[in-house]
């Protein structure tokens, strides 16, 4: 399964990172932005299957704000990428119902592991909502 990705990252190297490391494994990264006011902006244009959205990114809302704001408004599945690990914000995150949370640091392996995980939970939405 392809998956059409956009990635919310507002670290350049880590942005390049998921993107490369999405694209060789035969996934489309429709494009990144480092902020999530640029992305909401996008979503009215493009739509992917899944977006890799950071919790810290610049702007005037965070990666969870935005989250919510996708939930309501476009219905997008996301997963957060995080360095974070306090609790208060790893319990706000999962709050906001995302398909999955990578954490931070991640090399490729492990996250070639977290991506076919996604495809997998993708997989089995898309098949539970055909019988529906």
């Not at 992305?39 to 493009?46: A, K, N, S, V």
């Not at 219905?75 to 995302?98: E, L």
């Amino acid at each position: 399964m392809s998956l059409k990705i956009i990635v919310v990252e507002d670290n350049f190297i880590i942005q390049m990172f998921l993107e490369e490391v999405a694209q060789n494994m035969g996934h489309e990264v429709l494009v990144s932005t480092d902020n999530g006011e640029d992305l909401l902006g996008l979503l009215d244009t493009m739509v992917p299957d899944v977006i890799l959205l950071d919790i810290g990114i610049t702007g005037k809302h965070s990666g969870i704000e935005i989250a919510e704001i996708l939930n309501v408004k476009y219905k997008v599945p996301f997963v957060f990428v995080t360095g974070n690990s306090d609790h208060s914000t790893i319990k706000r995150a999962k709050d906001s119902s995302p398909l999955h949370i990578i954490h931070k640091p991640i090399d490729e392996e492990q996250l070639e592991e977290e991506l076919e995980t996604i495809e997998h939970k993708l997989s089995a939405s898309k098949h539970l909502e055909k019988h529906r």
